[in-house]
């Protein structure tokens, strides 16, 4: 089967200005299905990703027709100091069971991701991550997963014995899905009074990182590292504040600003390690004169700006970009391991497999922040490392 056949084709002429569009808008830059589909095995750096699925978003529905939306306001935008390298597969329609198209985006992503080709996903319920995460299954590798998003989305899942699930228990499908291939989960800008606390002694028992909203609004690149850390992201637009992205059935007035999520895509698309992100809950009926939908067009536009720009430092070679810093803490002979990278400054830390935990290698190495290392000098074990040393045991 080829890829070419989970798609239906964009129809350009309803989403294309009066006059066209300039040589240097993406619209005439991205090679999009119109007639032909796109050749994949050819310089292609992202796919665009259309799912017109909504079935099993709660109370959202009308979401399924937001990638045509999204196209029309990202087509319009200019092209960076970089040459771009972007295919449009056109649109996923839905199956003819929920279940149908969860395995049509399982088998893209999956397929893109050996291709070392990045799937942007425009959705469609959030429920999608679920389907975007078993891309990864076959990949044998474990997967560090971070979602934006003011809810954990852990409600108990009616579909047990069918991999379906909704936008409100996609995270508790992940969560128990054997074999097991999680290795980390952030959550980015939860609301305490949308979690339960149960839900925050899971998070805790598990060693996974949320990080609510009241940390980092105005301080968004404490977020940084985390992102760095990711395999896949996914993000639902109603982690945005209603007054900046009100295109949503479940949008509240607290939230991240507009800006604050064109940087949080452009460190997604620093991130060496990223190889699929999806971009969840946006819902046509609700906008306002196209605000959101040119938000999500300009937050689109910032990760593919990232993917231009990255450094490649990451994996770490040659060792001579990198500057190796030793700490010892006050109370103990352990010694902390940091490096940073002469090209972007950023840093890592060393955290070591227990004995047995890993026949190839002697340390995980987790992004982290300058301010970490501080508290290494200081003699202080840093809450990362500690963390990340109970998930490899």
């Known amino acids: 089967m080829s890829l070419s056949d989970f798609f239906t084709s964009v129809d350009l002429n309803t989403i294309t200005p009066k006059n066209g569009y300039y040589t240097s808008h993406l619209g005439s830059k991205i090679n999009c299905y119109v007639d032909e ?26 979401c399924a027709l937001a990638p045509d939306y999204v196209r029309e306001k990202l087509y319009q935008l200019h092209e960076g100091s970089y040459t771009t390298k972007i295919a449009d597969l056109g649109n996923i329609r839905q199956g003819e069971s929920i279940t149908d198209t969860y395995y049509a985006l399982k088998t893209v992503v999956g397929e893109l991701v050996k291709k070392d080709i990045i799937p942007l996903i425009i959705g469609g319920g959030q429920d999608l991550t679920y389907a975007q995460y078993l891309g990864y299954e076959d990949l044998e590798q474990k997967v560090d997963l971070v979602i934006v998003d003011s809810h954990f989305d852990l409600e108990e899942d009616e579909n047990s014995e069918s991999i379906a699930t909704t936008s409100t228990s996609y995270l508790s499908k992940i969560f128990l ?40 609004s105005n301080n968004v690149g404490v977020a940084e590292p985390v992102i760095r850390n990711a395999n896949m992201i996914s993000f639902d637009i109603s982690a945005i504040k209603s007054a900046d992205a009100g295109a949503n059935a479940n949008a509240t007035p607290n939230g991240f600003y507009g800006e604050e999520a064109c940087q949080i895509c452009r460190y997604a698309g620093f991130n060496d390690k990223l190889s699929s992100i999806g971009f969840y809950e946006f819902n046509p009926a609700y906008d306002n004169n196209g605000q959101t939908a040119m938000l999500l067009a300009q937050m689109i536009w910032y990760f593919i700006d990232g993917v231009y720009n990255r450094k490649k430092d990451f994996p770490l070679s040659p060792k001579s970009q990198y500057l190796i810093y030793k700490t ?19 840093w890592w830390m060393q955290v070591p497999y227990p004995s ?11 992004p982290c922040r300058y301010e970490d290392y501080q508290l290494a000098v200081s003699g202080e074990m840093p809450d990362l490392w500690w963390r990340t040393y109970q998930k490899l045991t």
């Open 328 to 346: 010892s803490l006050v109370h103990d002979d352990h010694e902390l391991i940091f490096v940073k990278s002469k090209k972007s400054d950023r």
């Open 177 to 216: 899905h054997e074999p097991n291939y999680l290795f980390n989960y952030s959550n980015l800008g939860y609301q305490t009074f949308f979690a339960s606390q149960d839900s925050l002694r899971v998070m805790d028992k598990l060693y996974f990182d949320v990080h609510r909203l009241g940390l980092l």
């Open 37 to 62: 589909f796109p050749d994949l095995d050819h310089s292609v750096d992202i796919a665009i990703i259309g799912v017109q699925e909504d079935r099993n978003a709660i109370n959202n529905p009308g």
């Open 356 to 366: 047995g935990g890993s026949k190839n290698e002697r340390f995980h190495l987790v």
